[in-house]
């Protein structure tokens, strides 16, 4: 009982929050603390909100460019490290692609911003902080993230049918696309979603390498939370909660008939 007591509690403090913020988006009050009835207008203003509207659309564009180079760049990294176990340097490569899982993102941000000032000044590019900037700095860190994931599978996956491959005549490029890959999609696209959600939700490296042209939506969100906590806000929180919560169900049932058709 007390476990369970634990649990409850432990649960309440994390959703209690989240179901009072849905339930004041709903507020016809400009005053996020008093009840003024119920009224959608929030949700009308942040409709025409140009602002918050391109940041989303930029943040969206940003983490589906730097989810996919982090699963590319992480999953030859994973296969770096697990099929070739011996090469020079290993130790030094293992180190510098699992540092961001460790590294404080504030010090990461600004070595991210002090190399990107270095090369504008030495090759011209990139040109000041934009969207290339957010993109690369994201796929950094995110990179890490895919490598662990995607490596933990290579390391248990079954290595008979590659090898029953090339015994038969394939090329290692053929066998890596035609049989690594398929049996290590659920990884890669985990790694992926896991680098998109980093992404989309980072707010401290993107303070570093973002600029006036290219805000990403945790920075225009935090910029207004700094001014007071507005219905908006929780319109917007509201609606990034219920996307979420569909696409959790859907992955669920999905994951639930492909479960039911394999033991049918």
């Known amino acids: 009982m007390i476990l369970r007591g634990l649990l409850i509690l432990a649960y309440a403090f994390l959703y209690i929050p989240i179901a009072v913020m849905i339930v004041f988006s709903f507020n016809a009050s400009k005053l996020v603390t008093v009840w003024g009835g119920f009224s959608t207008k929030w949700y009308g203003e942040l409709l025409h909100d140009e602002k918050v509207l391109d940041a989303a659309w930029l943040s ?12 590319v760049l992480g999953t030859l990294a994973a296969v770096v490290l697990v099929r070739f176990t011996r090469f020079f340097g290993r130790t030094l490569f293992t180190g510098m692609v699992t540092a961001p899982l460790v590294m404080p993102e504030v010090i990461t941000g600004l070595s991210l911003l002090l190399l990107f000032v270095a090369m504008e000044a030495a090759f011209g590019w990139p040109a000041g902080r934009s969207v290339t900037t957010i993109v690369l700095a994201h ?3 995110s990179l890490a993230f895919v490598t662990v994931v995607v490596r933990s599978r290579l390391a248990t996956m079954d290595r008979s049918l590659e090898e029953a491959a ?3 005549g394939a090329r290692p490029l053929k066998v890596f696309l035609t049989i690594t890959l398929p049996l290590i999609a659920p990884s890669l696209l985990a790694g992926w979603l896991l680098a998109f959600t980093l992404s989309i939700d980072d707010v401290v490296i993107s303070a570093f390498v973002s600029g006036p042209g290219a805000t990403p939506l945790p920075i225009v969100i935090f910029s207004k939370v700094r001014l007071g906590v507005s219905p908006e806000i929780n319109a917007l929180a509201t609606i990034v909660v219920a996307v979420v919560a569909v696409a959790m169900v859907v992955a669920g049932r999905v994951a639930l008939r492909k479960d039911e058709a394999r033991t049918g």
């Open 166 to 168: 090339m015994d038969l």
């Open 60 to 71: 969206l564009k940003v983490a589906l460019a730097s989810a996919t180079l982090a699963t």
């Open 139 to 141: 796929a950094t860190f």
